[in-house]
């Protein structure tokens, strides 16, 4: 009798891709996605598998994803008990996916599954991740424009030069996902988030299709909601092990002012140029002292939290050696 290890049999089985696709109310376009991903791939010649997570919807896009598990042992469902997000769809793909590649798209037919070759082509040259850009996008300019200033807030605070952060046609190297924590609206920022990691990313322009199915979930709330997880990603990645070069070089700005403007009014009490009680500038600048003060003690507090909850190795992402972990025979196959 032959005996297989778990973790031989895990490789064995392992899929050479998996495809993530988060859907919410996408009835009319799940069948064809799946038949055209399957096509592409199969033509390809990769083995795959498709992971649909349902978010919470409320058509019959569930009871299509079922019918077509049924048919097809690659594809699954992953159903959210409600809607959580395009984050939390995410992650629950992300850890159900066991492929060496992990590709995501959206639900509504605008990506092209022809495109597929092309991104695992890019991650076989040397990429951990491929993001698309949708070099010609069909989409009304409520939304395009939008999309185009937060590219370029995000360029600008990353120093990440991506045309399209929003485009959800993405392939990921599996390890790098590991690295990720996804909240919020935080899917947005997953190559800024893996840039900061130290993860190379590559852009690749990709063909764009009207929608013509179901409707977008864009909407005037997203902007808000940008901004506020920008503010917070920027903080996570250049402050969250060093919270002391934040508040503290903040506090003593401040308290330097105060402290300046102190000496200014002593120097004017000192030459006798009248009481400076009344000054509002005298207000002022303990004010600042202050402020500067409790900013180095909150940057204090952060670092001693920090000492005990944060490992040294939680502030940086080592290589990993894809050999060590799949073979190189099995390396080659797969990419």
Request: charged share 20%; hydrophobic share 45%; glycine share 8%.
């Amino acid at each position: 009798m032959t005996f297989v290890s778990q973790r031989q049999q895990r490789k064995f089985d392992r899929p050479e891709v998996s495809i993530v696709i988060p859907f919410l109310n996408e009835e009319a376009t799940i069948c064809p996605l799946a038949e055209r991903i399957t096509a592409a791939l199969v033509e390809y010649g990769k083995s795959f598998e498709i992971i649909f997570v349902n978010d919470g919807s409320t058509d019959e896009s569930e009871p299509s994803v079922r019918s077509l598990a049924r048919q097809d042992h690659r594809i699954h469902l992953i159903n959210l008990r409600r809607n959580f997000g395009k984050s939390a769809a995410l992650s629950a793909g992300f850890a159900a996916a066991r492929g060496v590649i992990v590709i995501t798209m959206d639900a509504d037919l605008q990506d092209d599954p022809t495109e597929l070759p092309r991104f695992l082509e890019a991650i076989a040259a040397g990429a951990d991740v491929v993001a698309g850009w949708k070099q010609v996008r069909h989409d009304p300019v409520d939304k395009t424009l939008p999309s185009r200033l937060f590219n370029a807030a995000v360029n600008r605070t990353f120093g990440l030069r991506l045309h399209d952060h929003n485009c959800g046609f993405k392939a990921y190297r599996a390890e790098a996902l590991f690295e990720l924590n996804l909240y919020g609206e935080l899917h947005r920022f997953i190559p800024a988030l893996l840039y900061a990691r130290g993860f190379q990313i590559v852009e690749l322009p990709v063909t764009h299709h009207p929608r013509r199915f179901g409707k977008s979930k864009f909407g005037a709330g997203r902007l808000v909601k940008g901004a506020l997880d920008l503010m917070t990603v920027s903080l996570t990645t250049r402050y969250g092990a060093r919270p002391l070069h934040l508040f503290g070089g903040a506090g003593l700005v401040t308290a330097l002012l105060g402290f300046a403007i102190l000496s200014y009014l002593s120097l004017l009490w000192a030459l006798g140029q009248g009481p400076i009680g009344e000054r509002p500038l005298l207000m002022l600048g303990m004010l600042m002292v202050l402020l500067g003060s409790q900013l180095v003690g909150t940057g204090l507090l952060g670092e001693l939290l920090l000492a005990r909850t944060i490992r040294e190795q939680d502030k940086y992402a080592v290589r990993q050696e894809r050999e060590a972990a799949l073979g190189d025979a099995e390396l080659e196959h797969m990419l």
